[in-house]
């Protein structure tokens, strides 16, 4: 799974030159495309998806089972929760904490942090990883970086989208990688028959089969 360090490297550092972007700088205080979310927010939550890694490997191996990454989507409760749920609300208070500094802080914070993974992160060990606010359960380091490539391609787009700057292009195997993720996520959240039409047949396809 060497592999999925480049692709997510290859996307950290693009979050954090799309973070550095003057259109975020100008926006910063405005509201993002997501609900109640301002752009500050964003720009902080899509930045902790790099700063998360780090924390990963500065901690002990986690000592709680390893789940599969599509098991921990599967028991993941936030996923089409309601925006006043205790997470969304943590989620938008957390990002705004992280970017209070600002937008020229933040993006520095982030360009030092990929440069810091760059030498840190290829050569780490495999070993499960655990967040606190988990269950008790953890993932394989290479599990929770391929989830973190998935929030910075998905809030990359936020963010563009959101300051009117164009979406950074990620290598092809690193769409592909988060393609295939959010496709089984739509599989359990949708249902088999909803997906197939949706990808073949504009004819009865559903209204949407958004994974998250």
Known sequence: ???????????????????????????????????????????????????????????????????????????????????????????????????????AALAAEARAAVEKLRTDLPGAPPRPVRRSSWGAFSLSLDDFVTSRLLELAVHSDDLAYSVGAPTPELPAEATETVVDLLSRIALRRHGATNVLRALSRAERAPSSISAL
């Open 1 to 103: 799974m060497a592999q999925v360090r480049e692709l997510y490297l290859a996307a950290a550092a693009s979050a954090a030159e799309l973070i550095a972007a003057p259109q975020v700088a100008a926006a910063w205080e405005e509201p993002s495309a997501l609900a109640k979310l301002d752009v500050q927010g964003l720009a902080g939550h899509l930045a902790a998806q790099i700063f998360f890694v780090p924390q990963m490997l500065s901690g002990p191996a986690a000592e709680e089972e390893v789940i599969s990454i599509h098991e921990y989507y599967a028991r993941a409760s936030w996923i089409g929760s309601d925006l006043e749920d205790e997470f969304n609300t943590g989620i938008r208070d957390g990002g705004r904490k992280i970017a209070a500094d600002g937008p």
